[in-house]
């Protein structure tokens, strides 16, 4: 295992004890609006400073991307950045809905090298990096061999940060719907994409994400076999915040339904 991964996963699990820790003690959450339908807890700030702490004392010039924090440039000319969300599923986690996660991604001279994403109620712990594989609990995992839309289920999340976009959304999860098997919407797009790595999912799409949503995730996708891209099957995902993942033959059937 890369050393680099091996601290991501340190930095997960320490996050993700932090969770379990308020979820088991039945903490009082503080819950605070970040945006529309966009929550903040003192949890997600708590498990982020742990994730962070770990990060730092094994690699302090390391650049890191945090969801509650904000971009730390680290060194000047860092080659490696972390991209973090200590929390996604928050909604999920206030409510006491158990599907969130830790994702923990890293770039290498911007290119994602490492992946991390750790369920920390089901202590599944999803892992990859770039041209090693994609493992669930040290299990090889690999995309499903769906080959048609028709025969898919598909993960999706709605636009709850740009409402502006629900209407082309409908359009998209009307036509989706009529061409699959079924959808499933959970509230954690890090845990749905770690799942179409996992084949529990055979297609994912999401508008409006930010890149502590996509990174980890998308890597343990391309390294279990799949495919991910922008709406329009290019690299841009991230910048953009606009993703669909599949497996390979679904995949452009997938794109194909989202620009109908």
Not at 153 to 169: A, I, M, N
Not at 235 to 249: I, R
Request: include cysteine.
């Amino acid at each position: 295992m890369h050393p680099i991964l091996s601290i991501a996963i340190k930095a997960a699990r320490r996050a993700g004890s932090v969770i379990n820790r308020a979820t088991l003690d039945g903490a009082i959450l503080d819950v605070r609006s970040k945006n529309t339908n966009d929550f903040v807890t003192q949890v997600d700030k708590g498990a982020e400073e742990a994730a962070i702490g770990v990060i730092r004392s094994a690699y302090p010039d390391h650049a890191i991307l945090a969801e509650e924090s904000g971009e730390n440039l680290g060194g000047k000319r860092a080659d490696y950045r972390w991209i973090i969300d200590p929390l996604d599923g928050t909604t999920n986690f206030i409510h006491g809905f158990p599907q969130y996660c830790v994702s923990i991604g890293i770039e290498h001279r911007g290119a994602l090298a490492h992946a991390v994403v750790y369920d920390p109620g089901k202590n599944e712990l999803f892992t990859a990096s770039k041209g090693r594989g994609a493992f669930l609990n040290d299990r090889r995992l690999r995309v499903t061999r769906c080959q048609k839309l028709a025969d898919a289920l598909v993960g999706t999340g709605f636009p709850f940060k740009e409402l502006s976009r629900v209407d082309p959304y409908l359009r998209q999860l009307r036509t989706v719907m009529s061409s699959c098997a079924g959808v499933r919407r959970a509230g954690s797009a890090a845990l749905d994409l770690a799942y179409v790595a996992a084949g529990r999912l055979d297609a994912f799409w999401e508008m409006g994400l930010s890149p502590w949503d996509m990174a980890a995730g998308a890597l343990l996708i391309q390294e279990a076999g799949g495919l991910v891209g922008d709406l329009k099957g290019e690299q841009s995902f991230l910048n953009s915040g606009d993703v669909a993942a599949a497996t390979p033959k679904v995949f452009p059937q997938l794109l194909h339904a989202l620009a109908a």
